[in-house]
């Protein structure tokens, strides 16, 4: 397994993963989201703010974020290979291209919301804590802050 910068000639074995766990994250509903959201990874891509995990040709884990914002925006790894410390080494190599003085943030699931149960954990182990209640995609979502 390589972790890497994702590069925009793998936005479709990227988006490939996108479609398998879309139904946990709120926003990616239709097929109009769906291209949206494939117009969104080509641009982080192009910043070099898209992280992968791959497996031979096969992208299993992919994460987004923003420098400018100091936030984490997306993560999802494919189930068939979570609990392997995937989403922790991705989170470790986003954290050594930020700005290491600034906290950074992240929004999952409400507390109680149970699609968010295992995404609350794993932030909570890597030492976010919980800040404030928002709504995104119409969806309550609670900010976790690592200080940093």
């Not at 139904?23 to 509903?29: H, I, K, R, V």
């Not at 884990?61 to 925006?73: I, P, T, V, W």
Request: with cysteine.
């Amino acid at each position: 397994m390589e972790i890497e910068l994702g590069r925009e000639c793998d936005v479709d074995n990227w988006m490939q993963l996108v479609n398998k766990v879309k139904d946990s994250f709120p926003g990616l509903e239709t097929k109009e989201a769906l291209e949206e959201h494939r117009h969104t990874v080509l641009g982080f891509m192009r910043k070099g703010s898209a992280i992968c995990a791959r497996v031979n040709d096969q992208i299993v884990a992919a994460l987004l974020f923003s420098r400018e914002d100091s936030m984490l925006c997306f993560l999802a790894v494919d189930e068939n290979y979570r609990r392997q410390r995937i989403a922790e080494k991705m989170v470790t190599c986003m954290l050594s291209l930020m700005n290491e003085k600034r906290d950074v943030a992240v929004t999952t699931y409400r507390e109680g919301v149970p699609e968010g149960i295992a995404a609350r954990a794993f932030y909570k182990r890597l030492g976010f804590v919980e800040g404030k209640l928002t709504e995104e995609f119409g969806s309550p979502v609670q900010e976790l802050i690592l200080k940093r």
